[in-house]
Nanobody, 125 residues
């Protein structure tokens, strides 16, 4: 059974940084796509970033390009989201997700079969 556990959220001032972690267990993830999504109060869940475990190809939403970096650590089975130059509009619950099917658009949330419980990120102005 796949389990995803996020950590690293918190409260930070605008311009600050946070690093989110997603510890994955239960399967071999070598062919998976791992994604980060976020959901602000009253809004739909939106794509943030994704990485293909096989070759580390990365994908980003336009709103976070140049500020966020997604990466993975094979030895730890962990995916990271380094978030720099944070803005109040980045405030949301951030979710880690895993998709066993590497085909298709990584930005589509319905492609992902497994989700973590979410971690709150709050950016104050």
């Amino acid at each position: 059974q796949v389990q995803l556990v996020e950590s690293g959220g918190g409260l930070v001032q605008a311009g600050g940084s946070l690093r989110l972690s997603c510890a994955a267990s239960g399967r071999t993830f070598s062919s998976y796509v791992m994604g980060w999504f976020r959901q602000a109060p009253g809004k739909e869940r939106r794509f943030v970033a994704a990485i293909r475990w096989s070759d580390s190809s990365t994908y980003y939403a336009d709103s976070v390009k140049g500020r966020f970096t997604i990466s993975r650590d094979n030895a730890k089975n962990t995916v990271y989201l380094q978030m720099n130059s944070l803005k109040p509009e980045d405030t949301a619950v951030y979710y880690c997700a895993a998709d066993p099917d590497p085909r298709g658009l990584v930005q589509l949330s319905h492609k992902y079969d497994y989700w973590g419980q979410g971690t709150q990120v709050t950016v104050s102005s």
